[in-house]
């Protein structure tokens, strides 16, 4: 299996553990990827206020240098994935869309024809290699612990763009891989609702609010970990939970939240430092200790 | 076929109210909507559950429910869409607005909020003779809009409004883009304004699910996108949300990806002292772990391609 490999800007920046921590889990599963260099930023959804053809023709610039690799896409943030859905639905419905949009990329050489296919990581795993393969790299059975959820608006709605018609296990993806690792989900509203991260600087007080509601509420359920396939949700939930806790609850949170590939990460016997688990803001120390004595480590 | 629902009642005139669930078991037919189910149970089995609904036909807007647990309109769900033989249907009440008894929401904060944005025209300059002309092009677009039966769905999904109820909301924001975009109406700029202070456009998350719950395709979202741009375009004052979205762009224009810490300091404010100290102990804290991405661009080779692409969007070229 080999990839285009797009890890997005945050991955890039503020999530470094994504980055590293996804290779590694790559390396173990065989996954082989070559990394779209010259891809841009996806706008994220907010380039696309300003502009919406303009957000379309950077991503279907990406999807054209997949194309003349002869590759699909692999994402690893449920924000660009979401957005480079949406692109890809769009002009994929308007042949004299994606015949202006080419003409903007001429000026590069470029030319896109509509037949990349783009995936996140966590939808790859579930639709192409399959989640019993996948359990075949499992050291460590995670039974015990329990794991809440948490997509990212991106990768949930709008459900038409996304191909959950044609496609309904994605859906429920998360909660499917959580369980191949042993986990036990934990089951919330706030699985499928918004971090907060777009109105952080905008609205903090209502950022935090929605930060403290759903950590504070898979706190409350039992969870050990909240694990999310979006960075720019890591980023609120981690970075300003123990603020947004703070303002909102009494009663303490301290809910680590892991990036996807930590996740398969543990459960391949990887280490939390290799995982880059100590550069979280939230301490992943607790849990750190239970699955080290899962792995009689 | 035998069908079970779990419905959420509530009556309000117990010495301490609270919500409770009922399940009801009923034969239904297999071209049932959500609705007729329901209608059969208040109808055959309990004569006390209240809902509203009146047209069956989607279009009095009335019958707006969370089906398990996502608002829909359930006279236009068929009831074999959300359900299957062996399973249990949950139906509730709307959220986001007090429930009065039952399945039955309070609009008020609802109505309340379309008035809030003044939902009428405000042509300006000298009378027309006849009736004020507007072209089939300047009106096209908002066919979509002015579909909006009010039913509420959105409102009950809005996620902001689920953290503050002060937030203008989908519907009253779907409202107040038909007439900004309305070529008839002279107060598009003033409405901008207004809706640019907090609790308007600039406080949507962006999570789509109003988009998603919508019956009638209206997408407010889309409205508010477009009423950012709008308010970007008339220079309306400027906001945090609009330093975010120019940041965000601009970045994208100098070096092909996002700068984040940057992104933190324009969005903020760069002379907004109080707002940049407010954020320190996070950016410290993520210094220390090793993860603050630098100020500096991280430019990707093709920089210059993309940067001409935004300049082109932008009309510079």
Same mark, same amino acid.
């Given at each position: 299996?080999?990839?285009?490999?797009?890890?997005?800007?945050?991955?890039?920046?503020?999530?470094?553990?994504?980055?590293?921590?996804?290779?590694?889990?790559?390396?173990?599963?065989?996954?082989?990827?070559?990394?779209?260099?010259?891809?841009?930023?996806?706008?994220?959804?907010?380039?696309?206020?300003?502009?919406?053809?303009?957000?379309?023709?950077?991503?279907?610039?990406?999807?054209?240098?997949?194309?003349?690799?002869?590759?699909?896409?692999?994402?690893?943030?449920?924000?660009?994935?979401?957005?480079?859905?949406?692109?890809?639905?769009?002009?994929?419905?308007?042949?004299?869309?994606?015949?202006?949009?080419?003409?903007?990329?001429?000026?590069?050489?470029?030319?896109?024809?509509?037949?990349?296919?783009?995936?996140?990581?966590?939808?790859?795993?579930?639709?192409?290699?399959?989640?019993?393969?996948?359990?075949?790299?499992?050291?460590?059975?995670?039974?015990?612990?329990?794991?809440?959820?948490?997509?990212?608006?991106?990768?949930?709605?709008?459900?038409?763009?996304?191909?959950?018609?044609?496609?309904?296990?994605?859906?429920?993806?998360?909660?499917?891989?959580?369980?191949?690792?042993?986990?036990?989900?934990?089951?919330?509203?706030?699985?499928?609702?918004?971090?907060?991260?777009?109105?952080?600087?905008?609205?903090?007080?209502?950022?935090?609010?929605?930060?403290?509601?759903?950590?504070?509420?898979?706190?409350?359920?039992?969870?050990?970990?909240?694990?999310?396939?979006?960075?720019?949700?890591?980023?609120?939930?981690?970075?300003?939970?123990?603020?947004?806790?703070?303002?909102?609850?009494?009663?303490?949170?301290?809910?680590?939240?892991?990036?996807?590939?930590?996740?398969?990460?543990?459960?391949?016997?990887?280490?939390?430092?290799?995982?880059?688990?100590?550069?979280?803001?939230?301490?992943?120390?607790?849990?750190?200790?239970?699955?080290?004595?899962?792995?009689?480590? | 076929?035998?069908?079970?629902?779990?419905?959420?009642?509530?009556?309000?005139?117990?010495?301490?109210?609270?919500?409770?669930?009922?399940?009801?078991?009923?034969?239904?037919?297999?071209?049932?909507?959500?609705?007729?189910?329901?209608?059969?149970?208040?109808?055959?089995? %309990?004569?006390?559950?209240?809902?509203? !609904?009146?047209?069956?036909?989607?279009?009095?807007?009335?019958?707006?429910?969370?089906?398990?647990?996502?608002?829909?309109?359930?006279?236009?769900?068929?009831?074999?869409?959300?359900?299957?033989?062996?399973?249990?249907?949950?139906?509730?009440?709307?959220?986001?607005?007090?429930?009065?008894?039952?399945?039955?929401?309070?609009?008020?904060?609802?109505?309340?909020?379309?008035?809030?944005?003044?939902?009428?025209?405000?042509?300006?300059?000298?009378?027309?003779?006849?009736?004020?002309?507007?072209? %089939?092009?300047?009106?096209?677009?908002?066919?979509?809009?002015?579909?909006?039966?009010?039913?509420?769905?959105?409102?009950?999904?809005?996620?902001?409004?689920?953290?503050?109820?002060?937030?203008?909301?989908?519907?009253?924001?779907?409202?107040?883009?038909?007439?900004?975009?309305?070529?008839?109406?002279?107060?598009?700029?003033?409405?901008?304004?207004?809706?640019?202070?907090?609790?308007?456009?600039?406080? !949507?998350?962006?999570?789509?699910?109003?988009?998603?719950?919508?019956?009638?395709?209206?997408?407010?979202?889309?409205?508010?996108?477009?009423?950012? %741009?709008?308010?970007?375009?008339?220079?309306?004052?400027?906001?945090?949300?609009?330093?975010?979205? %120019?940041?965000?762009?601009?970045?994208?224009?100098?070096?092909?990806?996002?700068?984040?810490?940057?992104?933190?300091?324009?969005?903020?404010?760069?002379?907004?002292?109080?707002?940049?100290?407010?954020?320190?102990?996070?950016?410290?804290?993520?210094?220390?772990?090793?993860?603050?991405?630098?100020?500096?661009?991280?430019?990707?080779?093709?920089?210059?391609?993309?940067?001409?692409?935004?300049?082109?969007?932008?009309?510079?070229?």
């Amino acid at each position: 299996m080999k990839y285009a490999f797009w890890p997005g800007c945050v991955a890039l920046g503020g999530t470094p553990e994504l980055y590293t921590s996804t290779k590694l889990v790559l390396g173990k599963l065989g996954i082989e990827v070559v990394e779209l260099v010259n891809a841009s930023c996806t706008g994220a959804g907010v380039l696309q206020e300003k502009n919406q053809k303009l957000g379309d023709t950077l991503n279907v610039r990406t999807f054209a240098q997949a194309e003349q690799m002869g590759l699909p896409i692999m994402t690893i943030c449920s924000t660009c994935q979401g957005v480079m859905s949406q692109a890809q639905h769009a002009v994929s419905r308007d042949s004299d869309y994606l015949a202006e949009i080419n003409t903007d990329l001429a000026a590069e050489g470029l030319e896109y024809h509509g037949d990349t296919v783009t995936k996140h990581l966590l939808w790859i795993l579930v639709e192409e290699y399959g989640l019993d393969k996948l359990k075949e790299h499992f050291v460590v059975d995670l039974s015990g612990l329990k794991f809440a959820p948490f997509y990212g608006c991106y990768m949930i709605r709008p459900s038409d763009a996304l191909g959950f018609a044609e496609v309904p296990e994605r859906e429920t993806s998360l909660e499917q891989v959580i369980e191949a690792t042993g986990a036990e989900v934990v089951e919330f509203r706030g699985s499928r609702a918004c971090c907060g991260l777009p109105i952080l600087f905008i609205n903090q007080d209502n950022s935090l609010k929605m930060v403290a509601t759903h950590t504070g509420t898979a706190k409350d359920l039992g969870a050990d970990a909240m694990v999310t396939p979006c960075p720019l949700c890591h980023l609120n939930l981690d970075g300003f939970q123990g603020k947004a806790v703070k303002k909102n609850r009494s009663s303490a949170v301290d809910l680590p939240i892991l990036h996807l590939p930590q996740m398969l990460g543990l459960a391949m016997g990887f280490s939390a430092k290799e995982l880059g688990m100590n550069k979280h803001m939230v301490s992943t120390g607790k849990l750190q200790d239970a699955v080290g004595e899962l792995a009689g480590v | 076929m035998l069908a079970k629902l779990r419905v959420g009642r509530f009556d309000p005139e117990t010495s301490s109210p609270e919500p409770y669930f009922q399940e009801y078991e009923l034969e239904v037919e297999d071209w049932f909507s959500v609705l007729d189910a329901l209608i059969k149970i208040r109808e055959e089995i %309990d004569g006390t559950l209240s809902l509203r !609904c009146a047209c069956r036909a989607s279009i009095c807007g009335s019958c707006g429910m969370r089906v398990n647990g996502r608002a829909k309109l359930v006279c236009k769900t068929k009831l074999d869409s959300v359900w299957s033989p062996g399973e249990t249907l949950t139906i509730e009440p709307m959220g986001n607005m007090p429930v009065i008894t039952d399945l039955i929401t309070d609009f008020t904060s609802f109505w309340d909020k379309v008035r809030q944005i003044d939902p009428y025209m405000q042509p300006t300059g000298p009378e027309p003779e006849a009736e004020y002309l507007a072209s %089939d092009e300047s009106m096209v677009h908002l066919a979509g809009v002015m579909n909006c039966i009010m039913c509420g769905c959105c409102v009950s999904e809005c996620t902001v409004l689920e953290v503050d109820e002060n937030f203008i909301g989908p519907a009253a924001l779907a409202k107040a883009y038909r007439f900004v975009a309305d070529p008839r109406d002279g107060k598009a700029e003033e409405r901008l304004k207004d809706l640019n202070e907090p609790t308007g456009i600039w406080d !949507c998350t962006r999570c789509m699910q109003c988009v998603e719950v919508c019956p009638k395709d209206v997408d407010p979202m889309g409205r508010i996108m477009v009423m950012r %741009d709008l308010a970007m375009e008339a220079g309306v004052k400027s906001t945090a949300g609009s330093r975010h979205t %120019d940041s965000f762009v601009n970045s994208v224009k100098r070096s092909g990806r996002l700068n984040e810490t940057r992104l933190t300091i324009e969005s903020i404010g760069v002379m907004n002292i109080p707002g940049q100290l407010a954020m320190a102990p996070v950016g410290v804290k993520a210094l220390l772990k090793g993860k603050l991405p630098p100020v500096r661009d991280h430019k990707i080779p093709s920089k210059k391609a993309v940067g001409e692409i935004v300049k082109k969007a932008e009309g510079k070229n």
